[in-house]
């Protein structure tokens, strides 16, 4: 009878506090509270009924009943205790979390690095290897189900910045480019050997007026952002200068230099950049983000001017595309408006299918994103995995997003 007095007077507090609180963490101790109750109630009340029954012989007929009283009591309460929701972003089909996993794959002995990350991935498409730069640590290649990092090449000059980088096939062989802003452009193979060394054009090379003139003064600078590959030739973003153009690589006997093509220079016409960072070649074309534009500008291989593409939101400043699973990825460098983070954005080309916010995943220091990569990965019953791998900046960051179904 006592311990009935004081389930009761615990069932008014408990009401008051329910009545009182909004917090989550109250209720949910409210609830632990009320569970912890009824145990030790049924546990009462089994402990009485066991010494009553054992006076009048009728025990074995009733020893199961508190407890399966008790399981289903408990059963109720925990369905109603508030878990911690899963922290998703995105919309419609492209809804992504963060996979904290994977991104602590990250190299210990790269993450004093880490802060100084100012650069992109790409990779080889047949054996799904990723390739990417981290200043001062070096080039890096990231396997195929991205729990694996491993550097590549012994050559210094790998441990400068990789603002941009590319992997193709050329004459049947295996390379990467990469982009140096100030510095370079390197041609390697996949072990880290360099093949080319492609420096700062003296402003004889183009087929472009504006490009050699400006090449040919002594205050022009070096900018290279980003650079692609498509049918023979390697297509070199300049955007980090008041030369921005897009210039051109070619191959002769085994050495690579500046090609004849260049377009471009700073304007805001069709066909002129305010910022040309980001440059890929997809189904036959060059695509250039123009980021203080906030544009996607497509090109013919010969530099002719095609379209951009709609439907970006306003103050984007794109930094970068790539082209997965029927839609481009792209993202702009810093947040809109009230926005955690840059957005990344999901597009077709013409329409808008997904904002993905990763500071709505609470991503320790991620606030600005240099690029997007779009990954796929095996799983162990043959199905694909789309993951997102985003090289922060600023304060640097490597992230995983994890694609929820």
């Known amino acids: ?64 009943i508190p407890i399966t009283n008790s399981h289903q009591h408990r059963s109720a309460l925990h369905d109603e205790i508030p878990k911690q929701a899963k922290l998703l972003t ?24 880490e802060p100084g990350m100012h650069g992109g991935f790409n990779e080889d498409p047949e054996t799904r290897i990723v390739y990417t730069g981290i200043p001062g640590y070096g080039l890096c290649s990231i396997s195929p189900d991205l729990t694996k990092w491993e550097t590549l090449g012994t050559d210094p000059r790998l441990k400068d910045n990789i603002h941009g980088i590319v992997f193709f096939i050329h004459k049947g062989v295996k390379y990467l480019a990469v982009a140096q802003e100030g510095k370079r452009v390197l041609v ?7 093949v080319s060394e492609i420096l700062k054009p003296t402003g004889t090379e183009f087929k472009f007026a504006a490009a050699n003139e400006f090449f040919s003064s002594e205050d022009s600078d070096f900018g290279v952002t980003d650079v692609t590959y498509l049918k023979g030739t390697l297509y070199v973003a300049h955007g980090y200068s008041k030369g921005d153009f897009v210039m051109t690589i070619k191959e002769k006997g085994g050495v690579w230099s500046w090609g004849k093509l260049a377009w471009g220079g700073k304007g805001n016409n069709p066909g002129q950049f305010q910022t040309a960072h980001g440059i890929y070649a997809h189904k036959k074309h060059i695509l250039v983000a123009n980021r203080a534009a906030g544009q996607i500008v497509k090109f013919t291989k010969r530099g002719k001017f095609v379209e951009t593409f709609s439907d970006i939101p306003e103050g ?90």
């Not at 996979?99 to 790269?110: G, I, N, S, V, Y």
């Open 316 to 405: 984007s400043l794109i930094c970068n595309v790539a082209y997965k699973t029927e839609h481009y990825f792209l993202n702009a460098l810093s947040a809109i408006g009230e926005q955690k983070s840059a957005p990344i954005y999901v597009h077709t080309g013409e329409k808008l299918k997904s904002t993905v916010i990763s500071g709505d995943l609470d991503i320790p220091t991620l606030t600005n994103i240099h690029q997007v990569w779009p990954h796929y990965v095996e799983t162990e019953n043959g199905s694909k995995q789309l993951y997102l791998l985003v090289h922060g900046w600023d304060k640097g960051k490597f992230a995983v997003l994890k694609h929820e179904e």
């Open 90 to 113: 995105g919309q419609g089909e492209f809804v992504f979390s963060w996979d904290q996993k994977l991104t602590a794959a990250f190299p210990e002995e790269a993450i004093e690095f």
């Open 1 to 64: 009878h006592k311990i009935l007095i004081v389930f009761t007077h615990l069932l008014i507090l408990v009401k008051k506090m329910i009545t009182f609180s909004e917090n989550k963490i109250r209720l949910y101790m409210t609830l632990k509270i009320i569970n912890c109750a009824s145990i030790l109630l049924c546990t009462s009340i089994s402990i009485a009924q066991s010494g009553h029954d054992a006076q009048d012989g009728t025990h074995h007929g009733h020893e199961n």
């Open 188 to 194: 390697l193979t996949l072990d880290g050997t360099i």
